[in-house]
């Protein structure tokens, strides 16, 4: 059986919430070992498409092909391969940051669990803070532990919703970081949504803006920059966002 | 590196034992009902046995009776508060992204269930021998029979609740607490079926525990273990165990046609 080329392949994918068309017929591919970026204002339908991707929220038309797997039908057939990270989810907040951990390893079935759990909180500079409730620790903090329980299983995909949202810059950027050197390691494919155009630039290979649920531009951010004329992708994306041609 | 079925529902209790770990005041609370019930009915049953032959014949059903309510409805909670517990905190999402099965979370949260309640129970059923000289482990292998049929019943009733509360959030949780209530008077706990309104009797056949309570009467009044009872409760069990299971699956498709998943928490 030969291995997809595609991380992710998604065509024509649609999802409404009653008259509200969420994600409305977009097509993309992730390759494996690429990173793609979704871009879009608040409702563009990044979450919902990133949900739909996940398997938490069933399509209304269209498919998903995840690491050669049909999404829908057999997620779980790849939902050991796979990974995510997004504000609008948490960790126990009364679990210590290591009993989390040691709780998704297991679910994930890792043959080392405590080993790779202080390998990751090392990494990801949580370490002095593995035996502390969660729910203590800095919103930095929190995000790093839902990275470094992102990470767990080694992921083929990883899908990360805003990962440096709330985020001052400097803690931000060390994620960034930390994210290039994974990526760098392990080869892994990355779909991330964004409202930061800074750190799309760095972290993406091509990105997709979505307005109302539509794809209405996409490729790398140094296209998108030159195909507008812009001197960078914030302004490029303002520009999209404000433009009536371009409303979906 | 693939988990199994075992690993998950085993990691899912895991979550669980390390939130009791972490709280005594959780621990304690899961006793503190049970004894303070168990002690009410106690001396309200040694109040009455002075002044009713009948009582003072059947001293210990009353005790026996409010033990094996809080198993129902310890047993109810266990599965009820397990799910909200993933709901409070914002877990779900997380969980389901997990290779974590549907059915597991049910198999864990019934687990759960089984350990909370017996910790809930068995400092209560303990201190009615000293208090009331009353053992109900003095019933024997019916005892385990009760215990089981009740404590089932209890957590098929905590998954349908949980099944409401991910199908309309976390504004229906307190029928955790209340649905389980609406059983009370007609499982008759402390009193014959005979006494309900002829209308009334059929609903009250329905349910497993009325057929428990009844057998607990039988053994602690006639000393014998009534098989049609015990076989009663076991079909009803198995009805409403498929009728819960059922509508837990059904309600997890919907909260993914609807996204519900990702939008819970408090």
Known sequence: ?248 | MRSTPRMRVGALVLRHYYLFRGSWPRILEMAYWPTINMLVWGLTSQFLAGNSNWVAQASGVFIGAVLLWDVLFRGNLGVALAFLEEMWSRNLGQLFVSPLRPIELVAAMMIMSLLRTTVGILPAALLAIPMFDFSIFKLGWPLLAFYANLLFFGAVMGLAVSSLVLRFGLGAESLAWVLIFALAPISCIYYPVSVLPAWLQPVSWALPSTHVFEGLRIAMLEGRFDQGHFLSALCLNALYAIAAASLFLFVFQVARKKGLLLNVGE
């Open chain 1, 1 to 248: 059986m030969s291995v997809p080329t595609s991380a992710v392949r998604v065509e024509n994918l649609a999802k409404s919430f009653g008259a509200t068309h969420a994600v409305d017929h977009i097509s993309f591919t992730v390759p494996r070992g690429g990173c793609v970026a979704l871009l879009g204002g608040n409702g563009a339908g990044k979450t919902t498409t990133l949900s739909m991707l996940l398997g938490l929220l069933v399509p209304d038309d269209g498919t998903i092909s995840v690491l050669g797997e049909d999404m829908v039908a057999h997620r779980f057939r790849v939902l050991d391969r796979i990974n995510f990270s997004s504000p609008y989810v948490d960790l126990p907040h009364r679990l210590t940051v290591r009993e989390n951990l040691s709780v998704y390893a297991m679910l994930f079935g890792l043959h080392h669990p405590r080993q790779r759990v202080e390998q990751l909180a090392e990494d990801f500079g949580v370490a002095e803070h593995l035996d502390k409730p969660t729910g203590r620790l800095s919103s930095g903090q929190r995000t790093r532990v839902a990275l470094a329980k992102a990470l767990l299983n080694d992921p083929e995909l990883l899908l990360l919703d805003e990962p440096t949202a709330s985020l001052d810059p400097d803690t931000a950027d060390w994620v960034r970081t930390r994210l290039e050197d994974w990526r760098a390691k392990s080869g892994a494919a990355l779909l991330i949504a964004s409202h930061n155009m800074a750190e799309v630039e760095r972290l993406a290979d091509s990105a997709l803006i979505m307005k109302q649920g539509r794809v209405v531009e996409q490729g790398t951010p140094q296209e998108l920059v030159e195909r507008f004329g812009r001197s960078n992708l914030e302004e490029v994306f303002l520009h999209v966002m404000r433009s009536p041609e371009t409303s979906a």
